[in-house]
Each structure stands twice: as C-alpha cells, then as structure tokens.
C-alpha cells in the first residue's frame, strides 16, 4: 500500500490546477495527508502561493517560496526536489486527480484506524502470501472512504451489541410476541392510569407510562392548575363531593413529581388542599371556614399525610437541561416516581449560558427540552407531562389548533406523543353549541383542542369541559369535531375507570366518612 504515487500526482495537478484547493465541498486536504516533511513542505507552499494569487505554480516558484525556510529548502534539496517536481509537473494526470485523492484519502485512513488499535487487514493485505490477499486489495480499490468507515462501524457495533444490548432498540418480526400483546389486551396493559377527563382519557389511553403529553394554552387559562389537578388525581384515592358531602374514591395512589418553575411549593400545597377538599383556594388564604369544611380539612390532612410520599414538590425556577434530566432520574429511581409533571417548558437564562456558544436559536432551546422529556420517559418507563405557552393568534384560531399556535417554535411538539391545546370558547361557539350544553346542565369554559395522537383513534377534535378553577375539579361534557359537529361516541370504547382498585380503599374511605357532617 504505497502513497507515492498518489502524492506525485497530486502535487503535480496542483501545480497545474491550484484551482482544485478551493473546491472544499469535493476536496478537504491538508498537510496531515502527507507523511513526510518533504512532502508537507511542498503542500504548504503550493497552498500558500495559490491563495496569495497564484493560477499555475512552477517549480521555480516553489524553490523561491522555500529559499526563505532554511530547514525546508536543505529538506527540498537532500530530496531532489528540483527533479521531483519536473516529474510530478510532466505526469500528473489533472483530469484523474478524483481517483488520486480518493486513493491517498483511503490509505491515510486505514493509517488513522491501525494507529487507534482497529484491524485494517479486510480491506488491505500487505501480505500477498495470506489466503484471499489478492481479492481484499482489488476490492480495497473499488471501496470509498465512508464505505470504509461504514463496515468499521459495524464491526464496532457487533461488540457494542454485546454489552449495550438494553440501551438498542429490540428488532423482532412481525409474529415475535403477538400473543403476549392480545394477552395484555385483556388486562388492560396498554391502559394508563386516569387523569381528569374523562374524553381526555379516551383520546390518551390513560397517561401511559413511556408517553410525553404536552398541553398549551394562554396565560391565566389555567395550565398549572390542570397540571396540579391532574397529579393529584394520579397521587390520592380520595377527594371530598361537595355534591354529596362525603369522601369518595376518584383517582389511584400513584407517586408524582411536581416540578414548578414559577409557584413556590406553598403555592401547590393551596392547591392541592382544594382539589382534595373541594373548597375554593381563595378561603385558604384567609381561613374563614365554617364548621363542616373545618371537619374537611382535618379529614383531608388524613389523606394528605397517609399518601404524603406520593405527591412530591419541587421548585426550579430557571432549570439548565443536564439538571432536569439528572434530577427527574434521580426521583425516579431512587423514590419509585412513575408520573412526572414539569410546569413548563421555557427559555430560562441558564438554559441560554448551558448552550452559550453554539448560536443555538430559542426554538432548538425548546426542542432540546422537549426532547429530554420524551427521552425521559422512555427511559424510565414514567408518563412526563409539560406544558407551553401559546401566540397570540391561538385565540383568534377558529379551526382545531395546532403547532402553529405554540409560543417559540412549533418544533417543540416533535418529540411528544400527544398535543393539546386550551382555549376560552368564544361566544359564537358557545351560542352554537348551546342546545349540547343544556343537555349537562353546564356552559363549558375551556376548549382542548387535540392535533396529536400517536396511540388512537381520536385527533383533530375538541373536547369542551367545564374547569373550576377554584377547586381544580374538570368535567368533560362532550366532543366535537372542528365544524363544532358534536361526535358520536356510541360506539367507541370507553374505558371504565370507575372501579379501579376500590375495594382496596373502602376501609380508609368508610373511616374518613365517619362522623361527617351531611
């Protein structure tokens, strides 16, 4: 394997076409593509003159370039550079200089591979005596660089396997574990665990673990609440009906992690304190409660403490990427959380400095992000739900909204496996839909817009619920298409999750009903 010839060619075409030097998108040579200092001297000095001006290099201009090194040109003399470069100069051969290079570029990377340890001998056998050395050094001429490179991956990736094979994804074919899947069908495997809503349900399967849900809306639409609400639901068993005025079981008694970046914990605990009690957050500030929600409370401070690993607070108000993976793995697998809440993704200015030099623009800021999340959740097998802010044309959208309508880029709901958007329905729509409204009893204010699913059969719909906000209690009320045609659910399959694990809690729930004030 000898590069001579291709050297001498090159410095040759060089001499002839310098030109060639600027075409980097075919060409990308250097001084570390020669091997001897003979060599590079020569290289340097066609470079040297070619961008100061120079459309055709003689031997003569590269004896004067030189005369100014003395260790180079005594290099150039002890080579016999004067005849080297006549030769060089007489038989280049311009018009096959991609074959030379390709060449020179194919020998100096088996050289770079060799030197870090990987064998070379499959693609070029020095030896002519070793079975098969022939066809290797034929076939070594018909490969690329990246052909190359390509099988020295693999080789690679064969050992890899052996010792990463969790982290690569499994390859199996199409009847590999089929019946495992209709099996799991029957126990509801691919069923998350609900959160408020009952359509919303519907449409996600539950917030299953592995997914990444992201729901937007504008400013005081209620984001953070709903989010709240919704680990709460997965967190406690237990909430108080106004309605009835005793305790019932709603919801499973799963561990979350609440991550806000804009309320303090104390802000969440008020919070959390209405959805379990049903009294407005607004008393929670001042204390003026009367006989029975005092009774309430002191019951909801039983759930609260009996469950109290089960919803955990964090505050992280200017969150950098590598620190939100770190921390949600270490919840994780340290604390058993399954379901995680991050309220929401944003530019922070830490996450400006942690990329601060890359010219990263806000929307790949909020992508990276976004991407974190999702890989979050595969990973750790947890569901991950988030939320963003919308434009000011998300208001002002009359059709089902969409990426178009998030704040910062449209990129960020790339990596997600659901999209949903919330809006304030406006008066023509709800004039529209009033004679739907009348059947529940209930004008809905809030509209979520779905326009990503990846698991289901149900997108590009609205469902319109009724949220109050005070109590962050939600119902769904109906679904309707984007003409606001309310949709036929009677025979869609609606998964009940009503009776999940109750007979687990009717002991605590009979206990917590005693003594209460109807």
């Not at 030109?19 to 020569?42: A, G, P, V, W």
């Not at 066809?135 to 070594?140: A, D, G, H, S, V």
């Not at 009717?506 to 206990?511: A, G, Q, S, V, Y």
Request: with cysteine; glycine share 6%.
């Amino acid at each position: 394997m000898n590069a001579k010839n291709d050297v001498i060619q090159i410095i040759g075409s060089l001499m002839k076409k310098p030109s060639l030097l600027s075409q980097t998108d075919k060409y990308n040579l250097s001084i570390s593509d020669f091997s001897t200092n003979f060599e590079r001297y020569i290289f340097d000095c066609i470079e040297g003159l070619y961008y100061n001006g120079a459309n055709k290099i003689s031997v003569v201009d590269i004896e004067n370039s030189l005369a100014s090194n003395a260790v180079a040109l005594k290099i150039f003399e002890q080579n016999n550079g004067h005849e080297y470069l006549e030769d060089a100069e007489e038989f280049a051969e311009v018009e096959n200089f991609d074959y030379y290079y390709g060449h020179l570029k194919k020998i100096n990377a088996l050289k770079d591979l060799k030197k870090i340890g990987v064998a070379t001998e499959d693609f070029y056998c020095p030896d002519l005596t070793k079975p098969n050395a022939i066809e290797i050094n034929k076939k070594f001429e018909r490969l690329t660089v990246s052909e190359i490179f390509d099988e020295a991956k693999r080789k690679i990736l064969k050992v890899e396997r052996k010792y990463t094979s969790d982290s690569i994804s499994e390859t199996k074919n199409a009847y590999e574990g089929i019946e495992d899947i209709i099996n799991a069908a029957y126990v509801g495997a691919d069923i998350g665990l609900p959160i408020q809503g009952k359509l919303l349900n519907m449409v996600m399967g539950g917030a299953r673990r592995s997914t990444f849900a992201i729901r937007s809306g504008s400013s005081g639409l209620g984001k953070t609440r709903g989010m709240v609400a919704d680990a709460c639901f997965l967190a406690f068993p237990f909430r108080f009906n106004p309605s009835t005025c005793l305790w019932e079981q709603k919801g499973s008694a799963e561990k979350v992690l609440f991550i806000a970046t804009e309320q303090t914990p104390e802000e969440i605990q008020k919070m959390i304190l209405a959805y379990l009690t049903g009294i407005n957050e607004s008393k929670f500030r001042y204390g003026q409660f009367t006989e029975l929600e005092e009774n309430i409370i002191k019951q909801a401070l039983v759930v609260l403490k009996t469950y109290q690993d089960n919803f955990l607070i964090t505050k992280m108000p200017s969150p950098t990427n590598e620190l939100l993976k770190s921390f949600i793995r270490e919840k994780c697998i340290l604390e058993g959380v399954t379901h995680v809440f991050f309220d929401y993704i944003s530019i922070s200015p830490s996450l400006i400095h942690e990329f601060k030099g890359l010219n990263l623009r806000n929307d790949e800021l909020l992508l990276i992000l976004s991407t974190t999340l999702k890989d979050i959740a595969s990973e750790l097998d947890v569901f991950v739900m988030s939320a963003t802010q919308v434009n000011a044309s998300a208001d002002q959208n009359k059709d089902i909204r969409n990426e178009a309508s998030l704040a910062g880029g449209r990129s960020t709901i790339n990596k997600a496996d659901y999209g949903f958007i919330m809006a304030r329905p406006t008066p023509e729509e709800l004039d529209v839909l009033e004679p739907v409204s009348a059947k529940f009893g209930v004008v809905p204010n809030v509209v979520t817009d779905v326009y990503k699913v990846r698991a289901g059969e149900w997108t590009q719909v609205r469902i319109w619920s009724y949220f109050d906000l005070g109590i962050l209690r939600k119902e769904d009320l109906f679904m309707t298409d984007s003409r606001l045609n309310v949709v036929d659910l009677s025979n869609s399959y609606v998964f009940d999750y009503e009776d999940w694990e109750s007979e687990e809690y009717m002991k605590i729930l009979d206990e917590l009903n005693k003594g209460m004030v109807v």
